[in-house]
């Protein structure tokens, strides 16, 4: 599957301006700007997202017919929680990022090397209430397994946790994450952290598109480790992804073939989505049912099914980049990268978008 290229987590580091990181969302839904790259002449033109219905029917994409659009209709839960250790009143934060039975959960904590086992935290509410305690039963893969002496649903999460933000936000989350850091057609609760690329997508923007003759359709993975851990290795094919959950419906799966089957082109809304059509195409099928991957796509991938890619600006030397740079090639990213902090595109999951074509 892979025609290695050896690559070094390194080669994917750029230098990012931190006044490009974005902190905030657009002020208007929808009125990002758009880099479109074509990855075979290397051409780029400076767009906006609002304009893509025009931009597709204008690209090569409509060659054999209009284009099929793949988005994730996973929901953010309010997976971070923050607390207090029992013995030493120290604050301490937490991400949830699966409950594997009962009370017990898998998570992530920040200062993990003080978390020790069968430490305790207390949480409260807005009224410093008590509302639940956990202890940290064990360690699994990197991750914290936390006990609670109360059952935690998406119902309690989200009167008492918090929108997971990722850490280059820097600020607390207000209401308005709760309404912007979230997809308009997010359907399915199970992500601790937003497919972002879907974040550009207003309700009008798929109305105009649908106007507009091009078909959409929706897969289901819940963003977890596998999306957004960091590589510590230095040769990138010694990083290990975690597994991650998806579901692909009937009706999913006979858009995609059907797409395929006439030549049109499949564009994937976000890396999310191409991990999970990559990992189920098989033998001009896509399985449906729910399913799992760990796939690690890098430089050196021959990619079955995805013809173009809707994406945002990604973390330097993450997995998310090298996906990117499988799909277009590393120095053409990297170049196209260092030409949108030139014309100060905004970078990360507020940032703006980018359609490789």
Sequence with gaps: MFGYQKLKTKDFYFDLPKNLIAQYPTAESGKSRLMLLDRKTGIRSHLMVEDLPEILLGSGLCENGKPLL??????????????????????????????????????????????KPSSVYVFFDKDDNEINRAEIYGKEGGCFLLEFSMPIDDAWLDSYGHIPLPPYIKRNDTQLDAERYQTVYAEKTGSAAAPTAGLHFTKELLSRLENAGIETAFITLHVGLGTFLPVRTEDIKDHKMHRETFFIDEQTAKKVERAKSEGRKIIAVGTTSVRALESSWVDGRLKTGEGSTSIFIYPGYNFKIVDALFTNFHTPESTLLMLVSAFAGRELILESYNEAIKENYRFFSYGDGMLII
Excluded: M, P, Y
Excluded at 99 to 109: M, V
Excluded at 110 to 115: G, I, L, P, W, Y
């Design 70 to 115: 793949v988005f994730n209709n996973s929901k953010v839960r309010k997976a971070r929680l923050f607390g207090k250790d029992i013995q030493t009143g120290a604050k301490a934060e937490f991400l949830l990022l699966e409950n594997l039975k009962d009370n017990l959960w898998k998570a992530l904590a920040s200062h993990s090397k003080r978390r």
